[in-house]
């Protein structure tokens, strides 16, 4: 259960965790109230597509040692419901806004996530980041990355329109 849960963990930390998600996904829709009707399609895309990727992408990050191990519990939670679900919502409202603010919203709620995580799961607990010392770093560091997302989302779409009928940049 170690593997699946983290060492120390129950699934009450779990709910915490999903507490936290729910938090996020509320001061989203401040900005957001709902995902255009237009988009709907776009944003089931990367529930889909998007989770998946970075599920596999962090074990893969793991096992290269650029990152700190995720229990299979905690990637599956974050890779499908914290950015498939989170951060696709979060796209789908803040596409449209300057790249800087975009960067700012992704990285943000990044952080405030991961620091979660970590606090609730004892996760993300990895001492650098690509050889920059230091635990706040590592997360920082993976934060400012998803910060990347908006501007890598419409480059995948734009290809992926060309093919799937309905899915919008």
Known sequence: MERILGPGNTIVHYLWVLVV????LVLMRYGNQTVELSYRRTRAFLIWTLGPIVFIAN????????????????NVLHALVWVGVGLTFLYAGCRTRAGWEQFALFAVFS?????????????????NFFGIPGQTTYMAGWSALDGLLP?????????????????MP
């Not at 998600?21 to 996020?24: S, V």
């Not at 952080?111 to 001492?127: I, Q, S, Y």
């Open 21 to 24: 998600y729910l938090m996020m």
């Open 59 to 74: 074990w893969l990050l793991f096992r290269a040692g650029a990152m700190s191990f995720l229990p299979w519990l905690n």
């Open 111 to 127: 952080f405030v996530v991961k620091v979660a995580e970590h606090l609730l799961l004892g996760t993300w607990e990895h001492d």
């Open 151 to 167: 501007f890598v989302i419409p480059v995948v779409l734009r290809q992926v329109a060309r093919i799937v009928p309905g899915i």
